[in-house]
């Protein structure tokens, strides 16, 4: 019986360390990897704060394939439906960075609260024209009406799009429409000529019969960006340059891989509706970088001249190099 019992409990505990360590396997797969340099290394959490638009695809791809265990980050993204619940995150401790803009930066640094621009993105908006307006082109828009959010990266980069076109802000008119989700439905039911859209509801708009102008991107503006508190530049700078390396890895990928492989990834992300499997265009994207001094200091004075920020601010108040 003694003998027996041995065997029995010798069987038990071999069964209990195989199933253990299989499941520990599977859940840490990549960390079991024979020769990963990485293996006992602990993954610094970096949490960003977002908009569902296309400038998030990269991030996405960075988790979804597995470029954050090449790095050693553990890269945590929250999706926000208003930019005012963002910041309030960020101001909150809860977030390390955000995709955000030149404006929205500005007005962190006018609030006291020290953020840097540490990349570009490629967020991109699409100027609409409502499908009854009959309006076909750029030069059609004069004295029509726009639904836009004030003082904010909207209404900048309509300013911007209106100069590069050879008109300015007083040649449309300005409906403060604060909702993205309002702005879509005024355009659809006729109660407003254009619309400046992020995705996925230029998308959607377009798919409703909305004729696209162009886009902030196609006139040469960049203004969306990533950025970091300082704090969190102070605490985790490794771990922060890392994810930039881990954001070209996945600007790479998509840009010598077909959409079709990953497009159900983007939609998610994004919002685009489900009918657009199979349907999206190939986007590139640029290898992370600091924004170009110019475009920074041209959003600078656009801030102070509608008093978001002092005058004082300055484009090295406004940029950290991840790489210095």
Not at 112 to 125: E, H, L
Request: charged residues 25%; glycine residues 6%.
């Amino acid at each position: 019986m003694k003998k027996n019992s041995r065997i029995l409990i010798v069987l038990f505990i071999a069964i209990m360390l195989f199933t253990g360590c299989s499941k520990y396997f599977v859940i840490n797969n990549y960390k079991d990897i024979p020769g990963n340099n990485n293996a006992n290394a602990k993954k610094t959490v970096i949490r960003i704060g977002m908009m569902s638009s296309t400038d998030v695809i990269p991030y996405v791809l960075i988790n979804e394939k597995g470029i954050a265990d090449k790095f050693n980050i553990d890269l945590q993204l929250e999706v926000f439906t208003s930019a005012k619940d963002r910041d309030a995150a960020l101001q909150a401790g809860e977030l390390d960075g955000v995709l955000t803009d030149y404006i929205g930066v500005c007005m962190y640094q006018n609030a006291g609260f020290d953020v840097k621009i540490t990349g570009i993105t490629d967020g991109d908006y699409v100027l609409v024209a409502g499908k009854n307006t009959g309006i076909e082109s750029m030069d059609m828009i004069k004295d029509k009406s726009i639904a836009i959010s004030e003082n904010t990266l909207i209404d900048y980069t309509l300013d911007l799009i209106l100069e590069k076109n050879n008109m300015n802000t007083d040649d449309v008119v300005k409906e403060i429409v604060p909702r993205i989700p309002d702005r879509l439905e005024l355009l659809r039911n006729d109660k407003i000529d254009l619309g400046l859209l992020p995705e996925p509801f230029a998308t959607l708009a377009i798919k409703d019969g909305a004729k696209p102008l162009g886009s902030a991107n196609e006139f040469g503006l960049y203004p969306a960006v990533s950025a970091f508190t300082k704090k969190s530049l102070d605490e985790k700078s490794e771990a922060i340059t890392n994810l930039y390396k881990a954001y070209n890895d996945a600007v790479e990928y998509i840009n010598s891989t077909d959409i079709n492989e990953y497009d159900e990834i983007v939609i998610k992300a994004v919002g685009y509706p489900e009918e657009m499997i199979g349907k999206l265009d190939n986007k590139e994207f640029r290898i992370s970088s600091l924004p170009p001094k110019e475009d920074v200091e041209t959003a600078i004075k656009w801030a102070i001249n509608r008093g978001l920020c002092k005058d004082s601010l300055t484009y090295d108040q406004m940029i950290y190099d991840v790489n210095k």
